[in-house]
């Protein structure tokens, strides 16, 4: 309590306080990546020989494009079974029809029927295994010719990314991939969150990202996925943001900086230095009647420019000291 005419009051700003909007923005570093599902690498599927090139370096591709074409001694053996099994299945589809008449007319051994019957599932099977071998590759079996050269194709829709086709190039069957294709119209960016940050984020909430090369224009990315992984080493967790990039902005591996903006919720915000603290315990001035105050206890949240929420401890309406608090202090 302040006696009448104390030199303290003149320095004491009083403040009602009251419930405000606020809206809790920060920002973390993000990483470009391609998205996996519109990414691929092809490299040959046995030892070979490249024949011939059908893309070029960033040129379009659709899902089954032709890529490069490559000869080899391990396909045209793939080529040869398969067509011998196809052969062998219709011999013994003939076989079997032969026998299935003879039964039918009564000149037939049944031990013979039954013995063709077994040949022709066991041939099914090994034109089956032999259509899957080739099938692999993505191998029109209708259009198939003994001894062409593999055509490998697409796999996506995207565009080609990196190219090392060497014509003639000898490629051993372990090598690795010649072609990366990638769908850059949409790409992810990988951010990191501390646990601390993670109860103001949801999924499909926006996400500004902001770069060099966008010259101050800031590229709108929304949340899709939020790690349920908390990184060991770094406390942090993961988080998806997939961003629109038809105008190529931004390119994978590149740095970037995330601006995540909490949905606004109501709180009594206060200006920071009317807050004060000793020890654990943090408190304001509250004025109970003329040149009068309290010491209150307070719990404070989110801090926002010179202003702190408050959680608890203050009620909309109250009158606190917001600032020169510091001299009711030294009037204790």
Same mark, same amino acid.
Not at 161 to 166: D, F, L, N, P, R
Not at 272 to 283: H, I, L, M, P, Y
């Given at each position: 309590?302040?006696?009448?005419?104390?030199?303290?009051?003149?320095?004491?700003?009083?403040?009602?306080?009251?419930?405000?909007?606020?809206?809790?923005?920060?920002?973390?570093?993000?990483?470009?990546?391609?998205? !996996?599902?519109?990414?691929?690498?092809?490299?040959?599927?046995?030892?070979?020989?490249?024949?011939?090139?059908?893309?070029?370096?960033?040129?379009?591709?659709?899902?089954?494009? !032709?890529?490069?074409?490559?000869?080899?001694?391990?396909?045209?053996?793939?080529?040869?079974?398969?067509?011998?099994?196809?052969?062998?299945?219709?011999?013994?589809?003939? $076989?079997?029809?032969?026998?299935?008449?003879?039964?039918? $007319?009564?000149?037939?051994?049944?031990?013979?029927?039954?013995?063709?019957?077994?040949?022709?599932?066991?041939?099914?099977?090994?034109?089956?295994?032999?259509?899957?071998?080739?099938?692999?590759?993505?191998?029109?079996?209708?259009?198939?010719?003994?001894?062409?050269?593999?055509?490998?194709?697409?796999?996506?829709?995207?565009?080609?990314?990196?190219?090392?086709?060497?014509?003639?190039?000898?490629?051993?069957?372990?090598?690795?991939?010649?072609?990366?294709?990638?769908?850059?119209?949409?790409?992810?960016?990988?951010?990191?969150?501390?646990?601390?940050?993670?109860?103001?984020?949801?999924?499909?909430? +926006?996400?500004?990202?902001?770069?060099?090369?966008?010259?101050?224009?800031?590229?709108?990315?929304?949340?899709?996925?939020?790690?349920?992984?908390?990184?060991?080493?770094?406390?942090?967790?993961?988080?998806?943001?997939?961003?629109?990039?038809?105008?190529?902005?931004?390119?994978?591996?590149?740095?970037?900086?995330?601006?995540?903006?909490?949905?606004?919720?109501?709180?009594?915000?206060?200006?920071?230095?009317?807050?004060?603290?000793?020890? $654990?315990?943090?408190?304001?001035?509250? +004025?109970?009647?003329?040149?009068?105050?309290?010491?209150?206890?307070?719990?404070?949240?989110?801090?926002?420019?010179?202003?702190?929420?408050?959680?608890?401890?203050?009620?909309?309406?109250?009158?606190?000291?917001?600032?020169?608090?510091?001299?009711?202090?030294?009037?204790?």
């Amino acid at each position: 309590m302040l006696s009448e005419g104390s030199n303290i009051s003149p320095k004491l700003h009083l403040l009602t306080v009251n419930v405000q909007l606020l809206n809790t923005p920060w920002s973390t570093t993000g990483i470009v990546r391609v998205n !996996p599902n519109n990414y691929a690498e092809i490299a040959p599927p046995f030892a070979g020989r490249v024949t011939r090139s059908y893309v070029k370096l960033g040129q379009q591709v659709s899902p089954g494009s !032709p890529i490069f074409e490559i000869s080899s001694p391990d396909f045209f053996t793939a080529q040869k079974d398969y067509f011998d099994a196809r052969q062998e299945l219709h011999q013994a589809q003939l $076989n079997l029809t032969r026998q299935r008449d003879l039964w039918s $007319n009564g000149v037939g051994v049944q031990r013979e029927l039954e013995a063709v019957e077994t040949e022709f599932e066991t041939k099914k099977t090994t034109l089956a295994n032999a259509s899957a071998a080739l099938k692999i590759f993505n191998v029109d079996l209708a259009s198939l010719e003994l001894g062409k050269p593999l055509v490998l194709s697409s796999p996506i829709k995207g565009e080609v990314i990196s190219s090392q086709i060497v014509i003639g190039q000898y490629l051993k069957e372990d090598a690795e991939a010649i072609v990366v294709l990638a769908e850059l119209s949409k790409i992810w960016i990988a951010g990191q969150l501390k646990e601390k940050d993670l109860q103001h984020i949801h999924t499909m909430d +926006q996400v500004y990202v902001h770069t060099a090369a966008l010259s101050g224009r800031p590229l709108l990315g929304k949340i899709f996925h939020i790690n349920q992984i908390v990184d060991e080493e770094t406390r942090s967790v993961e988080v998806l943001i997939e961003c629109d990039n038809r105008e190529r902005f931004l390119k994978p591996g590149m740095y970037v900086t995330l601006s995540y903006s909490d949905i606004p919720s109501q709180h009594i915000l206060i200006p920071t230095k009317a807050v004060f603290q000793r020890e $654990n315990e943090q408190f304001v001035f509250v +004025q109970v009647g003329r040149d009068k105050f309290h010491k209150r206890t307070i719990t404070t949240g989110e801090t926002t420019d010179d202003q702190i929420a408050i959680l608890s401890g203050l009620q909309a309406g109250e009158t606190i000291v917001s600032e020169g608090g510091i001299f009711l202090l030294k009037a204790e």
